[in-house]
């Protein structure tokens, strides 16, 4: 599909730095208030980071039964697009994980056509072949889906992964149908605990995350591509208190998220116990903040639904 050129597109090649952390520089676009990450010269293809990124044939990202809460987190989260989105039958999702979303959709709640992309080979591999679905292994960018059209299209932490995300927008506004909902859930560069925590900030993970939305700045991204935005909250039960804990946790403790990266496989060492005790002290007050900012520009994701504007070309 040829990307149409939009007249009206923010080029971000206005901007200044920002925030440093270490060798990394965050550049801020004067216009639309993007923030990203200077790039360094030769960046490696996403493939190559994404590739083992779900680790094993089970596609596993975590130890010690946790990958069973995801699928719970993954059966809520098909619930909300039952609810947001009550009559649709038809849903690509970009970046599926496993699939689990799709899977629930497809089986508890009357979808029809449930596709996703994925490029990371093992999770690729467990959605097709142990859950049945349909799955792109390329970037979206790359994938020739003209004629396609879904009712529901969505992003679960998967933007701030990109580069130019106004590419990916506008290709999926080529996607969805002329009533379809885009669903994106991203981090809140505005969060109460970034603001604070600053480079101990969970959701800052300059490994991955190449890009930084606030509330105001993705709803202008989405506008300059025809949307119009419908719902917007800062709250996730999956993310938002924890993210809140390990950032404060690491931040008081001058330690660099040894807790999540534990949960990740890592290695078990005697500060493990002791953060442990600062996440049950401390998990009362975040879950309650996290809720009380459920509906400000202050929580720790961002989660959007937007429509098509009347009169945009499908
Ligand atoms: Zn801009």
Redesign the pocket.
Known sequence: MNVPENAAR???Q?HKEAYRFGAAGLLR?E????VFVDMPRETPSPDLVYEKYYRNETAARFNFGIEYVIRLFRFFRAFKMFTVCPGARTIMDIGSGRGFMLYYLKKYYGYTRAAGIQISRNAVEFSRNRLGLEIYDKDLLELPLDNARFEVITMWHVLEHLTGPDKYIEKISGLLGERGKLIIEVPNFNSWTRVFTRGRWLSLDLKHHLTFFTPESLTLMLERHGFAVETVHTFSLEYSVFTSLQSIVSWLTNSDHDFFTWLQGGDFTPRIIFHSLLFVALSPLCFLINALLYFSKYGEVIFIVAGKKCGQPV
Do not use: Q, R, V, W
Not at 31 to 34: N, P, R
């Open positions: 923010c080029d971000h206005n676009c216009a639309c208030g993007l």
